[in-house]
């Protein structure tokens, strides 16, 4: 008895050319070519909004598979963007560099190890403010009622 689940076989590869195999509801693409793909399509429809015209679904949904390959073919994870902030590798209170032993703290600074507690680079974070109300809201009051039985 045959079902009709739709597969005929071995899955086809990702239109991209990435080697991966690709799926029919995703335009034949791999998820991280389709991915790529999505991210493209939002940046060129943001792009046209700004101009002043008017996106067109339609139209965005006609891409042929030739043209989204021809733009996936360079990978864009590997470009830098403004967006990425690079991490500090130097303590806050003497300069001291941390490598990957840096202690983060709630204040945002990130600290050597001498300097990681908080009473010992002058942390402005308010902890017993914060814990009375982090407190507060986890246990509300529970009062019972005083008069057992009640008519």
Same mark, same amino acid.
């Given at each position: ?63 042929? *598979? ?18 990425? #902030? ?14 990957? *032993? ?48 009640? #008519?």
């Amino acid at each position: 008895m045959e079902t009709s689940t739709g597969f005929d076989g071995e899955p086809p590869f990702c239109a991209a050319g990435c080697g991966f195999y690709g799926v029919r509801e995703h335009r034949g693409l791999c998820s991280k070519c389709y991915a790529a793909f999505l991210r493209d399509q939002a940046a060129k429809s943001a792009a046209e909004a700004a101009k002043g015209r008017p996106s067109n679904s339609a139209s965005g949904a006609a891409v042929s *598979l030739d043209d989204s390959a021809a733009a996936l073919g360079e990978p864009t994870r590997d470009t830098p963007t403004p967006t990425m #902030i690079k991490k500090k590798n130097r303590c806050a209170a003497c300069d001291k560099r941390v490598g990957l *032993l840096g202690f983060e703290c709630c204040c945002g600074n990130v600290f050597c190890g001498a300097h990681r507690y908080p009473e010992e680079h002058g942390c402005d974070v308010d902890f017993r403010t914060a814990a009375r109300r982090r407190l507060s809201e986890e246990n509300p009051l529970c009062k019972a009622d005083k008069m057992e039985f009640r #008519i």
